[in-house]
């Protein structure tokens, strides 16, 4: 089939220099996955330079020692192996933009929410996946390559839709700040399901 | 309210809805349409002359039909914009030979007949939505009575009914009789809390509502006998307790249990049943009215809004944020913030709280003037490209430009691109690089995992909005699924090309899945249809090939169904089993035959 077999080619310009940071994340990972041992076993991966087991790599001193590495094996691409990228990824990102890196050759495996905690009583296996996921995280992170951000205008104007206790706050808060609100009602007033309200808890005050 | 009337920073649209948003964070183009008033708004004095002379009575809405209004009529006495208001589905006077009584009195001459509704286009940067929610309406729950007896009321309709500005200026009465009732009982937990009808989830608001209108029967009437009906007693928040205490102290009655039958005696008094359940055995009590304490569940414009904005919902149906500590206002999608009960049932100091959460979300996005766009958008390298246009076809946003007839090569708007990569995957001709989640970086995930003992994995593509968002809310819930799953993330579902999947199967994976987000829910409009088609294409190609169709599995996850992720890794699992290794060797052999 068409694609069927393709040989993956490693074409980038500069020799990869990879740090892998295997997260214990306290013992959320480190209870079930053999974090040592995965660090130490993806050590000779093609391309990479460094791999390293950290307590939490989120922490500052977590973070301090990834800046530091970066700079003393000059590492050009990043893997780290921890949490899921949708939480953390914007602060790993962050962490190679403060060491001159680009953002968008970092690379994470998901150790945490689809490994330990979901195979829980499974140690070895857990730890067959993670160093599957690390070990494939590594492939991908050798061919990542820089991308740039674009800076573009913005409008400095917000719509809210409703105009009920909560759109009314917001409303209002962001018209004091000074950005232009469109405040958008269905019904005839603004005042939502508060305004039929008489006395409010806790104050037992009038709602309007 | 008023400052919000008179606010120079606030444009302020009543009787209008939004019909379309398009463009992305920073630059939203929004469609507004606002529906006539027929009374001119900035000229109207709100005297009121108008709706003594209108002859057609109607229920009034903001009294919950215990009282009657005109077909011109304010909505209520603190309304904003204080002008008035004609239903012209009501309104005789569209012909004025019929009546135009308004017309005639109202000295300034705001009434318009001819007033028409307006489309309004706005530009804005980011939006908030605070669409709130609707009552529970409790006729399905029969055995309260609340249809058939007129003395059962819902909680709203209560509150109307002691409001001071209410229908009987704040006099409690029984509809009935309109005397004062000498006991009232509260049944809570009316469609919240519910397995059976109603919803699940705890509405939030009800206890304390019931406690507060308990603390103003025993501030007006001490005499009243009242009794709450309940399962627990939620009085978690600040302050809170101690208006349950006093509560309490004042002689109001608590009954832990829910009653099971609701029945009118000749005086229509009503004979309340019920298993109390902390001393054991029935009550029965004989109550002179009931109050339904009624939930809260999703808008009705919900489920417009999600479509139309490419929001995600939770299975209760509210709006679902990005992150439930993190990320508690933020929608999924860059730009889009939640306020109010939109986003679930909450009382009125959470919802203030939560709307200057979001306030101050979208001016942290804004102040700067100017935004960074994500790179990850697609490339058209201009020497492979043959202006075939599938790329323009496929792509939700019309971010590609091709001229088929002309010859002239694809070219991307990186600024309108949101990253699905479908375009890439769709492209037959591989002129297509979908940046950061490029043909090659993705093949090299699936080289590593099928590397060694192929046979014994699942390789599964998850999209990072809904699926692999899934999985990841199956991982805080802690659901246990067989380890030997490996998810590979793209932006969306419509990244996955064909060759990935071929790929996979030359390789030796036993079974692979594609997910994505439910359609209708994709994150990029509709890029997931071109997913379905794909895979129904796949799977032909493999009948023919004389391969198993069902080693290649669809599913739709959101971001909420960790379950359902579980659930779907079961069966994957399940399904590998079924593969043997002569299966394997029998599909790489054809796959490498073909490719030759």
């Not at chain 1, 018209?175 to 399901?193: C, T, Y």
């Not at chain 2, 900035?42 to 009121?48: I, Q």
């Not at chain 2, 490209?385 to 708007?413: D, F, H, L, Q, R």
């Not at chain 2, 297509?432 to 593509?461: C, G, R, W, Y």
Request: glycine fraction near 8%.
């Amino acid at each position: 089939m068409e694609g069927a077999n393709v040989k993956t080619t490693y074409d980038i310009k500069e020799l990869p220099r990879i740090g892998v940071y295997v997260c214990h994340c306290g013992l959320n990972i480190g209870r079930t996955v053999d974090c040592e041992k995965v660090a130490e076993s993806v050590s000779s991966e093609n391309g990479v330079a460094i791999s390293k087991h950290i307590g939490y790599a989120c922490s500052e001193p977590g973070q301090q020692q990834i800046k530091t590495d970066i700079k003393e094996h000059n590492l050009n691409r990043i893997v780290m192996a921890s949490c899921s990228p949708r939480l953390h990824e914007a602060t790993f990102r962050q962490v190679l933009k403060e060491s001159g890196l680009n953002p968008f050759i970092l690379e994470m495996a998901n150790l945490r929410e689809q490994c330990s905690w979901v195979h829980i009583n499974e140690p070895e296996e857990a730890t067959k996946k993670a160093l599957d996921l690390v070990r494939m995280a590594i492939s991908r992170a050798r061919l990542l390559e820089p991308l740039q951000e674009e800076t573009l205008s913005l409008t400095k104007r917000t719509l809210v839709i409703g105009g009920g206790v909560a759109g009314i706050q917001a409303a209002l808060d962001l018209a004091d700040n000074g950005f232009d609100v469109v405040l958008v009602e269905k019904r005839p007033s603004i005042g939502g399901g508060m305004a039929q309200l008489d006395k409010t808890f806790p104050t037992m005050d009038c709602s309007i | 309210m008023t400052d919000v009337g008179r606010h120079p920073g606030i444009k302020l649209l009543t009787m209008s809805e939004v019909t379309d948003v398009k463009g992305y964070v920073g630059n939203f183009d929004v469609s507004i349409l606002k529906r006539a008033r027929y009374v001119n708004e900035k000229e109207c004095t709100a005297c009121g002359e108008c709706s003594k002379v209108c002859p057609v009575i109607r229920p009034d809405e903001f009294n919950l039909g215990l009282s009657s209004r005109r077909a011109i009529y304010s909505p209520f006495p603190q309304a904003v914009p204080s002008a008035y208001v004609i239903n012209i589905g009501e309104c005789l006077g569209h012909n004025p030979v019929v009546c135009a009584k308004c017309v005639e009195v109202c000295d300034k001459g705001c009434i318009n007949f001819r007033m028409s509704d307006e489309e309004i286009q706005e530009k804005v940067g980011s939006i908030i939505v605070a669409t709130g929610m609707d009552v529970y309406d409790p006729t399905e729950l029969d055995e309260y009575g609340y249809t058939r007896f007129e003395n059962v009321l819902t909680s709203l309709e209560f509150e109307r009914l002691i409001n001071a500005g209410g229908p009987t200026s704040g006099e409690l009465i029984r509809p009935t009789d309109r005397k004062r009732p000498s006991s009232i009982g509260f049944i809570q937990c009316v469609g919240s809390r519910s397995a059976r009808k109603g919803s699940q989830y705890c509405s939030n608001v009800c206890c304390m509502n019931t406690v507060k209108s308990t603390l103003m029967i025993k501030e007006h009437y001490p005499d009243i006998d009242i009794k709450v009906f309940y399962i627990d007693i939620r009085a978690f928040g600040k302050g809170f307790e101690d208006l349950y205490k006093r509560s309490r102290r004042l002689g109001v009655q608590y009954v832990r249990g829910l009653p099971g039958t609701v029945e009118q005696d000749e005086n229509r008094s009503l004979r309340v049943a019920v298993e109390n359940t902390s001393k054991g055995g029935l009550d029965i009590y004989n109550l002179d009215m009931l109050v339904l304490a009624v939930g809260m569940k999703p808008s009705l414009s919900t489920q417009r809004l999600q479509e139309m904005l490419g929001l995600q919902l939770t299975p209760d149906g509210f709006f679902l944020e990005a992150h439930p500590k993190l990320q508690p206002v933020d929608a999924a999608t860059r730009g889009i913030f939640f306020a109010g009960c939109a986003e679930s049932p909450k009382d009125i100091k959470e919802s203030v709280t939560q709307a200057s959460a979001a306030a101050a979300r979208a001016i942290r996005l804004m102040h700067k003037g100017e935004i960074t766009t994500d790179p990850i958008t697609s490339e058209v390298n201009q020497e492979l490209c043959k202006s075939c246009g599938k790329c323009a076809e496929v792509c939700p946003y019309n971010a590609i430009t091709v001229e088929v007839k002309k010859k002239v090569p694809a070219v991307v708007n990186t600024a309108a691109c949101a990253g699905c990569g479908t375009c890439a995957a769709e492209c037959p001709f591989d002129a297509i690089t979908m940046n950061h989640f490029t043909d090659q970086q993705i093949l090299s995930q699936v080289e590593t995992l099928l590397e060694d003992n192929p046979q014994e994995k699942i390789l599964a593509f998850a999209c990072n909005w809904c699926s692999y968002a899934g999985a990841d809310y199956a991982g805080v819930s802690r659901l246990q699924y067989p380890p030997n799953v490996r998810l590979i993330r793209t932006m969306c579902s419509g990244r996955v090309d064909e060759k990935f999947i071929w790929d996979g199967f030359t390789k030796g994976a036993p079974v692979i899945l594609v997910s994505g987000c439910h359609i209708g829910d994709c994150h990029y409009i509709n890029a997931n249809h071109w997913t379905e088609k794909r895979v129904e294409k796949v799977h032909r190609k493999m009948t023919k090939l004389g391969l198993r169709p069902e080693r290649l599995q669809l599913e739709w996850i959101s971001a909420a169904e960790g379950i359902r992720f579980q659930e779907t890794m079961k069966r994957m699992e399940e399904l590998r089993k079924t593969v043997t290794a002569e299966e394997i060797a029998h599909t790489i052999k054809t796959l490498k035959s073909q490719k030759k």
